[in-house]
Structure formats: structure tokens, C-alpha cells
């Protein structure tokens, strides 16, 4: 039977912002604009961050990694862009804009110690977008691929699209006991979107090219994100997998809402990437430094095409096995 789909809208009382997750960022450079993105003929896929958060010593110590093993304590804080023929959509949004000048504010004061903001003005997710040369007003869906801070912040950015997230991380989000456990905070997601809250595997577009994947167990209501390219599949795997080494030693952090569903999605996962799927990692520093932001995934997967300048340079020759900065 195929997953159920319904609309609905929920209100719920503020709550202060406190989350624990594995989050954070590579290094930073200013946002300046670009050329008008070229109209899509085929998909894209553009890769940015929004956001860096350093992780500190008792952050390191509470997720049971080292420095070695990730490479940096700064972490990426991953958001992509999807250009579809029938319209843009967004996967995950980043911090919040107020967390580049009062992150103590905003974050609370557990997260707060756990994690250094390092967010400027202009690399909020509205301004990567507009960076690209696409108005965030025209994005069609924000597909959350569940409600922590660093995967939410940015959601008052993008006014008007539909917000998509699993029906039961959807209702999770609006439980006290799940919030009060989850860490979420009401003021990232609960903001008047149209929420279209999903059952399972979700076909965004009606054509298989970007599909909803239910990977639950970071929170209930997980889900990452396959993208159909013309030959190449990606799979955005946002906290169903942090790094590398949680998917190759099947790795689990300590703080997770279900162990043995997280089990499941990393072996969903593993599957995928088997089958000749690229996965990009939900915050590992060191599979990030692979991945040039801003660049857009032609259909074979390859990174290409013309970036602002804080972008990494791209060779326009590689095979679609691999993603690389060009040296």
C-alpha cells in the first residue's frame, strides 16, 4: 500500500531552544552573490552549508569520538538545494540567523557549552540560495529531515514553501514528553508553514527522482533523502548517518532515540551505497572537505558549473563515483 499523505497545521507554546546532536562546520569565507542559476532542464543538486558549530572537549567526550577519528571538532552543518523540473526544494536549513550574534540566546545554555557558533551574516540559508541566484520565495518544498536545531533554524527563511517531515517526527515535535526528550524547540518549526506530514517513502515530485526515506532512530521521525540524478543516485543521509565510520563500523553514537531503528537505517543505507549510491554524510568534517559547496550535481553526479567565489574550485572532469576539490 503506498504511505499516506495529509496536510495539517499545529500551534504549540514556546518552548526555550535546547538540543544535543552531532553537529558543526568546516571553515567559513564571505558569501558574495552569483550569476542567475540557469534554468534546470534536467535536475541539480546544490551543496552548501549553513553554519559551523565547534564542538567542544565535553561534546567530543559525550558522543564517544575523537579528534582523529573526525578529522576536526568542527563539524558541517549541511543544507542542499534540489533543482527539479517542476520546482526547487530544500533539504534541511541549517541555524538560525540569531545564532550569529546571541547563540546563548538561542541555543540555551546546554548546547551552548557543548557547541561554539561560528555563523556570519550571509551564510544563512536564504542568503546561500540567493547567492545561487534563486529566490528563496520561489522554493516549492523545505523538506526537514527532522526537527533539531541545526536541521530547522533556517525554516523562517523560506516563507512559503510546504514543509515536508514524517508524520511521526511531526507529532513528536509536538508532544511535551517527546520534546522535553528530543530536545527540539517549537520556535524552529512551528511557524505557519502548510505541513504535508508523510508515512514512510515519500515521492516528492510524482516521478521517483526525490524520495523521502524513512530512517528512523536519531529521533521518531527521521528521514533522509535519495535524489535521482539522470546517471547517478545521491543519498543525503542527514543524522541517520554522522560520518563515515558510524555507516563502515556500524557505529552508533551513545544519545540516540532508538538504537535498534538506527541499526536499520544505517543498514538501509549500506544498501544504497552498495548499489552505486554517492551518500553525503549528515556532519562528518572530513567527507565534507570532499564535497565543494555550492556547486550544483549534474546528472552524472559530478560537480560542476559556475560558484560565488567563497565556493571551492571544481574540475567539470571527474567521474560520477567520486566528489573532489580540484587542486
Not at 27 to 41: I, N
Not at 101 to 113: E, F, K, M
Not at 137 to 157: K, M, Q, V
Request: proline letters at 8%; hydrophobic letters at 40%; a neutral charge.
Amino acid at each position: 500500500m503506498p504511505p499516506r499523505s495529509s496536510s495539517l497545521r499545529r500551534r504549540t507554546a514556546p518552548l526555550l531552544p535546547l538540543l544535543i546532536g552531532l553537529w558543526g562546520g568546516i571553515g567559513r569565507a564571505p558569501t558574495v552573490a552569483a550569476p542567475a542559476a540557469p534554468p534546470a532542464k534536467s535536475l541539480r543538486l546544490y551543496v552548501f552549508d549553513c553554519g559551523v558549530l565547534n564542538i567542544s572537549k565535553e561534546g567530543v567526550e559525550r558522543y564517544h569520538v575523537t579528534t582523529a577519528e573526525v578529522g576536526e571538532t568542527r563539524m558541517p552543518v549541511p543544507c542542499f538545494l534540489i533543482d527539479h523540473p517542476k520546482g526547487l526544494a530544500l533539504f534541511d536549513t541549517g541555524l538560525h540567523r540569531q545564532t550569529q550574534s546571541d547563540p546563548l540566546a538561542r541555543l540555551g545554555r546546554i548546547v551552548s557549552s557543548v557547541f561554539r557558533v561560528e555563523f556570519q551574516p550571509g551564510e544563512e540559508v536564504s542568503a546561500r540560495v540567493r547567492a545561487l541566484g534563486i529566490d528563496p520565495a520561489r522554493i516549492r518544498y523545505l523538506i526537514n529531515s527532522h526537527l533539531h536545531f541545526d536541521h530547522t533554524g533556517g525554516n523562517a527563511e523560506i516563507p512559503n514553501a510546504q514543509l515536508v517531515v514524517q508524520r511521526r517526527e511531526w507529532e513528536a515535535g509536538h508532544d511535551a514528553d517527546q520534546i522535553r526528550k528530543q530536545f527540539y524547540n517549537p520556535h524552529d518549526y512551528q511557524l505557519g508553514h502548510d505541513v504535508l506530514a508523510v508515512d514512510g517513502e515519500h515521492d516528492l515530485f510524482g516521478d521517483g527522482r526525490v524520495v523521502c526515506l524513512p530512517t528512523y532512530g536519531h529521533t521518531p521521525g527521521h528521514q533522509s533523502l535519495r535524489v535521482r540524478l539522470d546517471h547517478a543516485t545521491v543519498v543525503l543521509t542527514a543524522d541517520a548517518c554522522y560520518l563515515r565510520r558510524t555507516l563502515e563500523e556500524m557505529h552508533l553514537p551513545p544519545v540516540v532515540d532508538d538504537p535498534a531503528a538506527m541499526r536499520r537505517a544505517l543498514e538501509l543505507l549500506r544498501a544504497l551505497r552498495d548499489d552505486g549510491a554517492q551518500l553525503i554524510y549528515g556532519h562528518d568534517p572530513a567527507a565534507w572537505t570532499t564535497v565543494p559547496q555550492a556547486s550544483w550535481m549534474n546528472s552524472r553526479g559530478v560537480c560542476s558549473g559556475d560558484m560565488p567565489h567563497w565556493a571551492s574550485p571544481i574540475s567539470t572532469g571527474q567521474s560520477s563515483s567520486a566528489l573532489s576539490v580540484a587542486t
